[in-house]
């Protein structure tokens, strides 16, 4: 049975087989074993013949393309080293582009902004273009004065004296023609209860006006003028010139100054002229007439080198500014000391100087002695809060000053 017995192969049955099943199960299959093997014998002959074909083929080649010497050690490390070379290149242009793509979009947000910006002012000009179409009107008052001089049929008011002998008692905004002006121009006029008529031709009084200014500048006049006098301004050497210089009558300069505790001080000189452009606006007084803040026009010796005074008096001196310099110095005082003004070697009195708040200021904090200085009153390192600088006929300083010492009249403020 089953059991009792050793199943060789399933294809037996489930008996147990005897010698002569065996022999019958070996005839059976002997002959599709028989024709089995030829066929692998068949197989392995076409293997082996195609193996012969391949290693002709093989030797074929080999004959073709002959074997390559091996490369060498030190050349596979020179190309490990360019190949990293070339990643490394790879990624710095890569960083490159990545930053010209955001340079890129900056510009073009640039021009974008910009556009729309020129749009905006083409959009102004139209609306200007409009009102220019429109008569002009003044926003600021300017006062008119009677009784105005023709001299052989030209309008003539030689400075704010002559808007003052017209009756007028207002201080204010002025237009004035010098003999030798071409046309007329706006003045501050300071006018008092006697009749003096003062042409201001500078004032400071917060540091609102930056008086580092150019030669063309100082000649023209900048700044603003206002009705209550309230604006830093400087008229212009050019204006100052035909003031001074058209009429026989000397002018008289008033300089008032005022520090950072209110108290004030003044210095008048006599008989000041301010020369033409070819001379370079020259600068000239007859003396000193007086005053509580001293004569720094003169000079002062500040003790640092014998001629100090020599080389820091203002009278006979040029006009220079940072681009035209016309100073006694080795250097350029205008563009040392950031302003336009009559330097010496460099000056002793130096009103269009750098404003500093508070009004202390040192070498160390700039380098040179710049501020608005009065050396005479305060040291060169003082900067004083307020000044003005005006002109008057001589004739009627004497006048006005007599007429205040008497007593018989008082000044605008006088209680």
């Known amino acids: 049975t089953q059991d009792n017995c050793c199943i060789l192969d399933e294809r037996f049955g489930s008996y147990c087989p005897t010698t002569c099943g065996i022999a019958d199960f070996l005839s059976d299959y002997h002959t599709s074993v028989d024709r089995d093997l030829q066929t692998i014998e068949k197989l392995l002959q076409q293997i082996d013949n195609s193996t012969v074909v391949t290693e002709q083929v093989i030797h074929h080649i080999r004959n073709i393309y002959p074997e390559e010497k091996q ?51 083409k959009e102004k ?22 009784g105005k001089v023709m001299l052989m ?17 207002k201080s204010g905004l002025y237009f004035i023609k010098p003999l030798k002006a071409k046309e007329q121009f706006l003045v501050y006029c300071e006018i008092d209860t006697l ?18 200014k150019n030669w063309v500048q100082y000649k023209e006049g900048f700044g603003h003028l206002s009705p209550d006098d309230q604006t830093e301004f400087w008229l212009g050497n050019e204006k100052i010139n035909v003031i001074t210089h058209q009429s026989p009558i000397p002018y008289a300069l008033r300089i008032e100054l005022e520090d950072w505790d209110g108290q004030k001080r003044t210095a008048d000189y006599a008989m000041f002229k301010v020369g033409t452009e070819n001379d370079k606006f020259r600068m000239t007084y007859g003396y000193y007439i007086g005053g509580d803040a001293g004569d720094a026009f003169d000079g002062v010796d500040f003790g640092m080198q014998p001629g100090d005074k020599a080389f820091t008096s203002h009278n006979a001196m040029q006009f220079s500014t940072f681009d035209n310099d016309n100073d006694r110095y080795e250097g350029n005082c205008a563009e040392q000391d950031g302003s336009g003004w009559w330097m010496n070697r460099c000056h002793a009195g130096h009103l269009n100087g750098k404003y500093y708040p508070g009004g202390r200021y040192s070498e160390k904090d700039s380098g040179t002695d710049n501020g608005i200085i009065w050396a005479t009153w305060h040291n060169k390192w003082y900067s004083l809060k307020k000044t003005s600088m005006k002109i008057i006929p001589f004739p009627r300083l004497l006048i006005g000053e007599g007429q205040q010492q008497s007593g018989s009249v008082k000044q605008v403020g006088d209680v």
């Open 153 to 169: 049929g030209i309008l003539f008011i030689a400075d704010c004296q002559d808007i003052a002998n017209k009756g007028v008692r």
């Open 125 to 146: 000009i139209v609306q200007l273009e409009v009102k220019c179409l429109e008569p002009c009107k003044d926003t600021v008052q300017i006062l008119e004065a009677t």
């Open 71 to 121: 490369v060498h050690p030190n050349l596979i490390d020179d190309l490990i080293k360019k190949s990293r070379k070339i990643v490394e290149e790879f990624i710095r242009y890569d960083a490159t582009i990545q930053m010209l793509y955001f340079i890129s979009r900056q510009l073009t947000d640039m021009y974008i902004l910009n556009n729309n910006k020129i749009t905006q002012l």
């Open 195 to 212: 009749g003096n008529g003062w042409t201001v031709f500078q004032r400071r009084l917060d540091g609102s006006e930056d008086f580092n």
